[in-house]
């Protein structure tokens, strides 16, 4: 029989915001307004298809056109568009689900607000300056003190980022290291440190180059993986991130930028590049990191969808509802969670928009609480209800 409890008050006084390190979220935003409809199809209505006569993706069993040309099913009424025929693979494992008619309450309609408001995390420019991830960061202790606990790929850090814990803007690693010749870098390290002796942040400069210089950016993926990274921005940020993980540097969380997505005119070709770019880039980051699957999760966003109807232009306008997909070890994958409202013109909000199901700060949410243990969802996003969804197990 156990009788020595000396374990009960360190359990019972546990700082309440503190809590083991979850996963490694890694969020990806699409700028600009994905059109939603033709990534994810909804060709089992024929709203979809009288509403895009020309832009519409051509259903599975459409023998006027080629098979590379249709939709690739998913369940019946949903499919992918056929360029994210990469992202099969991970469906069919059950580690990708997206939620579809996903987005912000803010019909605006307008890029800036509703990536601002959006990447804070509240309804209107009355709430907190910070961002969402900020707030994440800041409401839980992990004992994580590295200077990349959460790191921005790009020149700035993300709106999303911002707050009381300081974050790291990441372009190339490579760019972090001071030469290959030992001696030359432990002299530029002297200099460094002597010029930086009694300044925190050049400190904390220091150790972050410290952290990176560890890191061979040349390393080549493994041989038995073999991931294909596309030759892109996009491309680079997400084999930097997968470098960062496996190098076990205190990596939380990472935001990723793929821009370009506002397609006014003549969408197919623009939407083409963008969707090849984003399956290549996910299917390459899945297979170089199936080992950590378990302790991953990737969640897209965009500000908001696109039109119903195509355009004049052979584009789509400024729309509403919009999806999210999530891709991890502890998703309810291989399938289309949401409520789906209908393309009908009576079912359509605004001008002719899908409507909006699930509030993206539920799907956030359900990641912060059941993936980064992190149980001040109210604080992360204030005056929200916040319901969750089902699309963790």
Not at 142 to 164: D, E, F
Not at 358 to 384: M, S
Request: proline share 6%; with cysteine; net charge negative.
């Amino acid at each position: 029989m156990l009788t020595d409890k000396s374990w009960l008050p360190r359990l019972a006084f546990a700082p309440t915001q503190t809590a083991p390190r979850g996963d490694t979220l890694v969020v990806i935003f699409l700028r600009g307004a994905a059109d939603v409809l033709n990534m994810v199809v909804p060709h089992g209505e024929s709203a979809y298809y009288n509403l895009r006569p020309s832009l519409g993706i051509p259903r599975p069993d459409d023998n006027r056109v080629k098979n590379e040309a249709r939709v690739l099913d998913l369940d019946g009424f949903f499919g992918l568009h056929p360029e994210l025929r990469p992202l099969l693979e991970m469906w069919q494992e059950k580690q990708l689900a997206i939620i579809h008619a996903c987005g912000a309450p803010d019909e605006s309609r307008s890029h800036f607000k509703a990536m601002e408001l959006m990447e804070r995390g509240v309804d209107d420019e009355r709430g907190p300056a910070s961002g969402w991830i900020g707030r994440h960061l800041a409401t839980l202790d992990t004992g994580n003190t590295s200077p990349l606990r959460a790191i921005g790929l790009g020149r700035l850090p993300q709106r999303s980022l911002s707050g009381s814990v300081p974050v790291s803007a990441l372009r190339s690693i490579a760019d972090f290291h001071l030469g290959s010749d030992p001696r030359a870098v432990a002299q530029m390290r002297a200099a460094l440190n002597h010029l930086y002796a009694d300044d925190v942040s050049g400190q904390e400069t220091l150790q972050l180059l410290d952290l990176l210089q560890k890191i061979d950016p040349s390393t080549s993926p493994s041989p038995i993986t073999n991931p294909q990274y596309p030759d892109s921005d996009f491309g680079l940020a997400l084999r930097q991130t997968a470098l960062l993980m496996k190098a076990e540097v205190g990596l939380e969380v990472a935001a990723i930028d793929l821009g370009g997505w506002d397609t006014h005119f003549a969408q197919s070709g623009l939407q083409t590049n963008l969707l090849k770019d984003l399956s290549a880039g996910l299917a390459a980051f899945h297979a170089e990191l199936r080992d950590q699957l378990g302790s991953l999760t990737v969640v897209t966003m965009s500000e908001f969808g696109r039109r119903a109807a195509e355009n004049g232009s052979l584009g789509t306008d400024h729309g509403h509802g919009s999806l999210m997909m999530v891709m991890g070890g502890h998703v309810d994958g291989g399938q289309v969670h949401g409520q789906w409202p209908g393309l009908e013109a009576e079912q359509l909000v605004g001008p002719g928009d899908l409507a909006v199901t699930t509030d993206y700060r539920d799907v956030l949410g359900e990641i912060i609480q059941k993936r980064l243990n992190n149980a001040a969802v109210a604080e992360i996003f204030p005056e929200y209800t916040f319901r969750g969804t089902s699309m963790l197990k």
